[in-house]
């Protein structure tokens, strides 16, 4: 069901690096549940700001007995977490270039205009930090996403999950792995922002988009259901409703947030007490 990642035009080629076994081992939980349950082997992409033993992963432990949840050590803003956006921005060099250039320019700029230097200096070099903003954001969520994918990747070639539940962002990396043919199996995705990534990745003209719409074949679109809350604040479910539109795969809209937690997980007796997520995914891993 897995081949080797192709070059896609999507992302531009890193050298991904390696998981330690032992890591992903470390990630992989046989619960203590006394219900009987098939032995699906489930591989979860958690969220943006998520890791292993967020509220998804805690369901899925109870409700199934061997889940995988790679760490993707992501976020958006939190220099602790070794993918995020904010740390691959660090690494930049063109950022540490222009740091380097307004160090060096301002003694100069104070030789030739003394204390009208730091004027000149700050409207000079803040000018040139806001141009090149937007190419620093692009190459430090590519970078990012790049890691994310080849985590996930190691996961896939090692574990050979028999599905993948993939949240939020985790929803966007499981399915540029179906587009890049990394994984082929059933996948149940829950608010996938890829819309919204790829247009953050400078898709201005939509060529990406159709690309990797156009790259996921008719066999893997059939086994893959996407579900999306009508109140969803933070991705919206029109992203989701073109996605569906572009590839022809299922969508089905329930009433709920961007978590869906209280519309799949959360019952009348309390958090992860309702079975519905669990039933959906019972019903996708029956169409390998």
Known sequence: MQRP????????????????????????????STEPHEPLKILFMHGLESRPGGSKDRYLRRYFKKVCTPDMKMSACRLTRSN???RNLLRRPLLWGWAAA??????????IYGPLA????????GGVLMAIRGPLTRQALAASLDRCLAIQTAAIREFRPDLVVGSSWGAAVALMCASRGIYSGPMLLLAPPVKMVLDRLGDADG????TLCGSISPEVVRRILVVHGDQDATV???????????????????????????????????PDTSERLKQLITEVAARR
């Open 5 to 32: 990642p192709s070059p896609s035009p999507l992302m531009p080629t890193v050298v991904w690096p390696q998981v330690k076994p032992q890591i992903l081992k470390a990630s992989l939980v046989s619960n203590n």
């Open 84 to 86: 995020s956006v904010v």
């Open 102 to 111: 307004a160090v060096a320019a301002l003694p100069l700029g104070w030789a």
């Open 118 to 125: 730091f004027p000149v200096w700050a409207v000079v070099f």
């Open 207 to 210: 060529s990406h988009w159709e």
């Open 236 to 270: 919206p479910v029109e992203d989701s409703r073109s996605l569906a539109a572009a590839t022809g795969l299922e969508l089905r809209v329930v009433a709920g947030d961007h978590r869906l937690n209280a519309a799949l997980m959360d019952g009348e007796d309390g």
